[in-house]
């Protein structure tokens, strides 16, 4: 099974060259040279046991006001995403969802409401919580939907920040079910044609169980690279590849975090700008968060909640064919096709979407995750907020 190996991290999340693209690249397919450059772009970097950084990072949210339970979760999810080889949404998140808590525009102790729409969709107001705790509850509702009418779509208002769609994804995954998530978020790109941020950097994010192969599994944003990543290159004082993103006044920039701060480009031209307004139509327009430029900046407005919309639909494998088994063998035989294609030049292995991330959660799970001094340095200040201790990394 695909799954051996791997920490089988969707459990986590539910049950509770400096200018070279591909090193910004979000590893949703490829070549084994790519699942390398996922797991070894942070070599050099001190790494931490992820039981430890999950126990601190439950300890720093229970610290805040987040329940045990809820701050477990989230704890998992940010660790995960490391595991994953995800940093930009990694524990380097933590200080400023705790400073979010602080200022009282993420709600601790939300009260999700979830009211059924029609046989196959639920409305699910997350009452201002982290976003984490808002989508997985959205999600197992879309699971309970599919299970009893095939289709199961939530539409999520009031939520904020939930980190890695592919979190949802995976929960999806666990209970065999095809999933679309989608997300809406701050002001990152220009619809085509602009020189201001409006629309989000919006993942696209699908999963599709399996049997024996790796299942698809993509997150993909539809910008040239993630924010996070921007801003991580920038604290490393890295520059940005060209075509990455704009500064405030609109120039071509390769500094992170006036890209960060300014736009960030769509991949694609014309057609990621796309995407990211079908993300704004489908998670904001129908849902009824803000939309249009008006969800709030996660690290700039301290003002009012987000009131980020979320877009989770399942569907259950079994509605065209005899049996959910039936669909999985479908899936391993595309799966073994698309391995056993002709590769190009430079190309050692072809890869499902996911699979890089999984291949560098066994390897982290073993070597530890790799925090840059910064990050690791953030957390400790955190930590001295809270009077809690940061733990020491591995021995190298």
């Known amino acids: 099974m695909w799954k051996q190996g791997v920490s089988a991290a969707s459990d986590l999340c539910h049950r509770l060259g400096a200018a070279d693209l591909s090193r910004f690249a979000s590893g949703v397919g490829g070549s084994s040279s790519a699942a390398r450059s996922v797991a070894s772009s942070s070599s050099g970097h001190a790494r931490w046991a992820p039981e430890e950084l999950r126990a601190f990072s439950q300890a720093a949210f229970q610290a805040v006001g987040l329940p045990a339970g809820d701050a477990a979760l989230v704890a998992r999810c940010l660790v995960h995403a490391d595991l994953r080889a995800q940093a930009g949404h990694g524990i380097q998140r933590l200080p400023i969802y705790c400073k979010r808590i602080r200022a009282g525009v993420v709600n601790a102790t939300p009260q999700v409401r979830v009211e059924r729409t029609s046989p196959s969709s639920a409305l699910v107001d997350g009452d201002d919580g982290m976003g984490f705790v808002v989508a997985t509850r959205a999600t197992e509702e879309a699971i309970l939907l599919a299970?009893?009418?095939?289709?199961?779509?939530?539409?999520?208002?009031?939520?904020?920040?939930?980190?890695?769609?592919?979190?949802?994804?995976?929960?999806?995954?666990?209970?065999?079910?095809?999933?679309?998530?989608?997300?809406?978020?701050?002001?990152?790109?220009?619809?085509?044609?602009?020189?201001?941020?409006?629309?989000?950097?919006?993942?696209?994010?699908?999963?599709?169980?399996?049997?024996?192969?790796?299942?698809?599994?993509?997150?993909?944003?539809?910008?040239v690279t993630s924010r996070g990543k921007l801003r991580l290159a920038s604290q490393r004082g890295e520059p940005i590849p060209e075509g990455v993103g704009l500064d405030r006044e609109g120039r071509p920039t390769?500094?992170?975090?006036?890209?960060?701060?300014?736009?960030?480009?769509?991949?694609?031209?014309?057609?990621?700008?796309?995407?990211?307004?079908?993300?704004?139509?489908?998670?904001g327009a129908l849902t009824g968060s803000n939309f249009a430029g008006e969800v709030r900046s996660l690290y700039n407005d301290f003002e009012a909640?987000?009131?980020?919309?979320?877009?989770?639909?399942?569907?259950?494998?079994?509605?065209?064919?005899?049996?959910?088994?039936?669909?999985?063998?479908?899936?391993?035989?595309?799966?073994?096709?698309?391995?056993?294609?002709?590769?190009?030049?430079?190309?050692?292995?072809?890869?499902?979407?996911?699979?890089?991330?999984?291949?560098?959660?066994?390897?982290?799970?073993?070597?530890?995750?790799?925090?840059?001094?910064?990050?690791?340095?953030?957390?400790?200040?955190?930590?001295?907020?809270?009077?809690?201790?940061?733990?020491?990394?591995?021995?190298?």
């Not at 939530?154 to 079910?177: I, K, N, P, W």
């Not at 030049?345 to 890869?351: F, I, P």
Request: negative net charge; contains cysteine; charged residues 20%.
């Open 254 to 283: 390769r500094d992170g975090m006036e890209a960060f701060h300014g736009v960030t480009l769509p991949f694609g031209g014309a057609k990621g700008a796309a995407i990211s307004s079908l993300m704004e139509v489908l998670a």
């Open 147 to 223: 299970k009893e009418q095939g289709l199961g779509l939530a539409g999520v208002r009031r939520s904020t920040h939930f980190g890695c769609s592919a979190h949802y994804v995976l929960q999806a995954l666990e209970a065999d079910m095809l999933s679309l998530v989608f997300t809406n978020s701050s002001p990152a790109l220009p619809p085509h044609g602009g020189a201001k941020a409006l629309l989000g950097a919006s993942p696209f994010a699908a999963g599709a169980p399996s049997g024996s192969e790796h299942p698809l599994v993509l997150d993909m944003s539809t910008t």
């Open 305 to 396: 909640p987000q009131d980020v919309g979320h877009f989770i639909l399942c569907i259950r494998p079994d509605l065209f064919l005899p049996s959910v088994d039936a669909f999985k063998a479908r899936m391993d035989h595309l799966a073994a096709t698309l391995r056993a294609q002709p590769r190009a030049a430079g190309v050692e292995e072809v890869l499902m979407p996911g699979e890089p991330e999984s291949r560098a959660e066994v390897e982290r799970s073993r070597s530890g995750v790799p925090l840059q001094a910064d990050v690791a340095e953030s957390l400790r200040v955190e930590a001295a907020l809270t009077g809690l201790a940061f733990p020491a990394p591995l021995p190298c």
